[in-house]
């Protein structure tokens, strides 16, 4: 048996028994391979052969290639619209973008060494990033003991970073970083960039969690 150059495309349309919406007469293609439904409540199924020559029982056409089930989706809107769209992926300015950037955007350039993938290979050379030998409770006061640039933490989310050492890769520049020195950051934190993945970057960093009192 020589086989058919294309398989013809399957249309299955299950419509909702209670809208009759549809209600298109059926062709004699598709009355021979109406298929009868397996539920017992009433799902309409009708099945439609793009060749008409093609004579396929409706178990054989499953066989062949399971039906597709057409979804009715939005039609995206203009490139124009998707462009200037907060909705845009990926989005204007995202780490997605290679270049194009959304205006206002303030990153800094980083000084040879201190791009993110020498970051990336500076927390896995098992150097302590962290200056303290084990995680601690600590409260705001006790964070902002360590307010300086040589010596830099805060509080993000619950947990306490010490980024001292992240200063100089911080994309958005030591200027920006200094701005939750010693402080809980959070806020400040995710109106900046709430995309950014703390808890991998700073893994190496954390020195405890943030407490009300101890
Ligand atoms: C005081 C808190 C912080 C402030 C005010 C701040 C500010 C900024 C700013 C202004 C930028 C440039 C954003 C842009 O316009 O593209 C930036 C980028 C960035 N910051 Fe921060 N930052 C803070 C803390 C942190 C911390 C703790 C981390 C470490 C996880 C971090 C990681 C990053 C990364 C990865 C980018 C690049 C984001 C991107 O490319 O999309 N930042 N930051």
Same mark, same amino acid.
């Given at each position: 048996?020589?086989?058919? =150059?294309?398989? +013809?495309?399957?249309?299955?349309?299950?419509?909702?028994?209670?809208?009759?919406?549809?209600?298109? *007469?059926? $062709?004699?293609?598709?009355?021979? /391979?109406?298929?009868?439904?397996?539920?017992?409540?009433?799902?309409?199924?009708?099945?439609?052969?793009?060749? !008409? !020559?093609?004579?396929? !029982? +409706?178990?054989?056409?499953?066989?062949?290639? @399971?039906?597709?089930?057409?979804?009715?989706? =939005?039609? @995206? *809107?203009?490139?124009?619209?998707?462009?200037?769209?907060? $909705?845009?992926? @990926?989005?204007? %300015?995202? @780490?997605?973008?290679?270049?194009?950037?959304?205006?206002?955007?303030?990153?800094? =350039?980083?000084? +040879?060494?201190?791009?993110?993938?020498? #970051?990336?290979?500076?927390?896995?050379?098992? &150097? $302590?990033?962290?200056?303290?030998?084990?995680?601690?409770?600590?409260?705001?006061?006790?964070?902002? &003991?360590?307010?300086?640039?040589?010596?830099? #933490?805060?509080?993000?989310?619950?947990?306490?970073?010490?980024?001292?050492?992240?200063?100089?890769?911080?994309? %958005?520049?030591?200027?920006? /970083?200094?701005?939750?020195?010693?402080?809980?950051?959070?806020?400040?934190?995710?109106?900046?960039?709430? #995309?950014?993945?703390?808890?991998? /970057?700073?893994?190496?960093?954390?020195?405890?969690?943030?407490?009300?009192?101890?």
């Amino acid at each position: 048996m020589s086989i058919p =150059p294309r398989i +013809p495309e399957l249309k299955l349309d299950v419509s909702d028994s209670d809208s009759d919406s549809d209600d298109r *007469p059926l $062709n004699e293609d598709m009355k021979n /391979l109406k298929l009868a439904s397996t539920s017992s409540e009433s799902i309409t199924s009708s099945l439609s052969v793009s060749s !008409s !020559s093609s004579t396929l !029982s +409706p178990a054989s056409a499953h066989a062949a290639r @399971p039906p597709s089930v057409t979804f009715k989706v =939005p039609l @995206p *809107p203009n490139k124009t619209k998707v462009e200037n769209s907060l $909705n845009a992926f @990926p989005m204007l %300015g995202g @780490p997605q973008r290679a270049g194009g950037s959304l205006p206002g955007r303030r990153k800094v =350039p980083l000084g +040879p060494g201190f791009s993110p993938l020498d #970051w990336a290979r500076l927390t896995m050379s098992g &150097q $302590n990033l962290r200056g303290v030998s084990q995680l601690a409770r600590y409260t705001l006061e006790d964070v902002a &003991q360590h307010k300086k640039r040589d010596d830099l #933490w805060m509080a993000i989310q619950g947990k306490v970073y010490n980024v001292t050492q992240y200063v100089k890769f911080h994309p %958005g520049g030591a200027g920006q /970083l200094m701005r939750g020195a010693g402080k809980d950051a959070t806020e400040l934190f995710m109106k900046v960039h709430p #995309w950014v993945n703390i808890d991998s /970057l700073l893994e190496k960093c954390h020195v405890g969690y943030l407490v009300k009192d101890k």
